[in-house]
């Protein structure tokens, strides 16, 4: 353990010793969710989310970024505009909390250590491990089964500007296509609820974070100059 540990620490000191530019910050805003209970609006914020993130910037076009993200997911059949899913009258309670890390790539160059007004729209994408709670529906109501985990693809869009020397202001709404059909309690794992799964049995859930950034940067000036 100590090894580990004299490792990174020896990791760290390089990349200190050779920063390039950082950021690190903040989000908040909302999210919503998209499956087989209530309505199926793309982007609806509907609860509140909130996180930090950090990005280290390779080139004035990209950077790596790492995130935590959490906040509670809910539909309700009631708000539907399907006449079936309003019969139908289903209603959940989930919570997201999530691990990202992937790329983020600026459509302009945003060089910050450049002087003036910058703005870019950009995407990010790569991979996200979150957890929830299984759940399945007994008696028009909602249950609680057990804690899981899986992985999702983010696939985000935003714009952001530097609105002080070292403040980076974005928005950005960024969907996750999952890989579980359980957010909602209508495909449950466990065999012992196999006769209550109900929809499309073949589609995976989504939820969807939409807010704003705010990053504070910081570190040595970067060379952006071919290694």
């Known amino acids: 353990m100590n090894r580990i540990i004299i490792t990174l620490f020896c990791i760290l ?56 993200t959490q906040g509670k997911v809910t539909s309700n059949d009631h708000d539907s505009d399907s006449p079936a899913r309003k019969q139908r009258g289903l209603n959940f309670e989930n919570s997201v909390k999530e691990l990202s890390l992937g790329l983020e790539f600026n459509f302009f160059d945003f060089n910050l250590h450049e002087s003036g007004f910058l703005l ?20 028009n109501q909602y249950e609680e089964d057990d804690n899981k985990s899986s992985f999702a693809i983010p696939m985000t869009v935003g714009i952001k500007t530097r609105i002080a020397e070292k403040l980076i202001l974005g928005f950005e709404a960024g969907a996750r296509y999952t890989f579980t059909d359980n957010l909602d309690g209508s495909n449950p794992k466990n065999n012992s609820f196999e006769t209550l799964r109900f929809g499309n049995l073949n589609s995976k859930d989504w939820y969807v974070f939409t807010g704003f950034t705010l990053t504070y940067t910081f570190g040595n000036k970067p060379c952006y100059c071919a290694e």
């Open 13 to 68: 000191s390089y990349a200190a010793s050779n920063a390039q530019i950082h950021e690190i910050g903040i989000f908040a805003g909302g999210n919503n969710y998209i499956g087989d209970v209530g309505p199926t609006n793309y982007v609806k914020p509907n609860e509140f989310a909130f996180g930090i993130l950090y990005k280290w910037n390779k080139s004035p076009r990209h950077s790596w970024r790492i995130s935590y």
């Open 120 to 139: 870019t729209p950009y995407v990010y994408s790569g991979i996200s491990y979150f957890g929830y709670t299984e759940l399945y529906h007994r008696n």
